[in-house]
C-alpha cells in the first residue's frame, strides 16, 4: 500500500499541476467510489492540496473539500497541457486513459482532465464540508506523524518512546498502526527495522531507550529516502503524472527473501505478521 513518501508525492504533483484549476463536471463510473455531497464540486476551483498520513484531501475555494484514501491501488492521473513533455507514464496506468480501472474523472478548465484509476477499489472519496474533514473516522483517528506536510506537529522521539512503552505487542505492526503513528506501512517498517538492527517480532514496550531512538531515526532515514526518490513503485503506485518512483531500487529488506544480508551475509527471512509479509535478517536484527 502506498505510505507516507508515496502519497506525499501525489500531493505535491496535485499541488502543483491541480491548483488553480476549475472542476467544470465530475463523472463518477463507479457509484461507490464517492460518497457524499458531490454536487457541491461542479464550478469549484481548488485550493489546495493537504496530506495528513496515507490521506489526501483537495480543498476546494467553496468550504468544502474532497477526501481521499488511495489504499491499495489509487491512481491519480494527470492530463493536461502543463505536463512536462517526454513524461513517460508508467505501464502501471495502462495504455489509454480512461481504461477499465478508471473509476472517477475530474474534468477541468482548460480542457484538463484529472482521472482516478483503482484497480482493486479498496479507495475511497468523500465529498464534505472542509472543516468537517477531521470528523471522518480516519483522519480523527489518525496518529501523529513523521513528516507532516499540512501543518500538524511532527511526531517527536519522546512520543514515540512513549507509543511504544504503552504497547504491550510486537514492535512491527505497532509501526503500521495508523491511529498510533501515521503514514508508515510495510515496506518503510521492514526496512526501518533492517537499518535499526531490530527484530520486528520484538515487544515494543521492552525495546531498550537507545534502540528505540535508532529505529525512531532508521524510520526517519527510511522515508526521507523514499521521499527523495518519488516512493516505490510496488502494485500500482504511480506520481499525479502516472510516472512510477524509484525506492524499489533502494529496498533493504523488503521483498528480498533469500538474498544475503549486505551487512552479516546471513539469509534474509520472510515471516508473516499480523497478516503481512515480514522480511528481516536473523544475523544482525536482534
Ligand atoms: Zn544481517
Known sequence: MPELPE?????????????????????????KMVVGEVQRVTGTKVKRIQRYGKGLVIELDNNYSIAIHIKMTGQFIYKGTRVPKGTKVSEKVGRELPNSATHVIFHLDKGAILYYNDIRQFGWIKIVKTADVFGLPFFKEL?????????????????????????????KPLLMDQKKIGGIGNIYANDALYVAKIDPKRKAHLLSEQESEALFEALKQVLTKGL??????????VNALGVAGNYQ?????????????????????KIVMAGRGTFYCPGCQK
Open 228 to 237: 527523495e526518490v518519488g516512493g516505490a513503485s510496488e502494485w500500482q503506485y
Open 143 to 171: 496518529g501523529p506523524e513523521l513528516f507532516p506536510s499540512s501543518g500538524q506537529e511532527p511526531l517527536t522521539q519522546e512520543q514515540f518512546q512513549g507509543i511504544l512503552k504503552a504497547s504491550k505487542g510486537p514492535i
Open 7 to 31: 502519497v506525499e508525492t501525489i500531493r505535491l504533483g496535485l499541488q502543483k499541476y491541480l491548483v488553480g484549476h476549475t472542476i467544470e463536471e465530475i463523472e463518477i463510473l463507479l457509484p
Open 249 to 269: 531500487n533502494f529496498f533493504q529488506v523488503y521483498g528480498k527473501q533469500g538474498k544475503k544480508c549486505p551487512r552479516c551475509g546471513e539469509a534474509i527471512k
